[in-house]
């Protein structure tokens, strides 16, 4: 069964978008719960990310509270 495993598979993620293999690094900006439910921080930290090339940011909402929720 270990003789099917492949290693370093190449995965497309998006339209001309791989990882894997020899492809670079991709990076994903995680923003989470890093701008504490406020709209101004999550939009900076947005803005960081665009200004450093980044590919890809994640951005959590919790719903949960009304102090972490992005109104």
């Not at 069964?1 to 990076?27: D, H, S, T, Y």
């Not at 406020?38 to 947005?46: M, P, R, S």
Request: aromatic share 8%; proline share 6%.
């Amino acid at each position: 069964m270990a003789q099917n495993l492949k290693l370093n598979p190449i995965v497309e993620i998006a339209p001309g978008r791989n990882i894997g293999g020899n492809w670079p690094c991709f990076i994903i900006a995680e923003i989470g719960q890093n701008h504490q439910g406020d709209v101004k921080i999550a939009k900076q930290l947005i803005k960081i990310a665009k200004y450093y090339e980044t590919p890809t940011f994640l951005i959590n909402a919790n719903q949960g509270s009304k102090k972490s929720r992005i109104r």
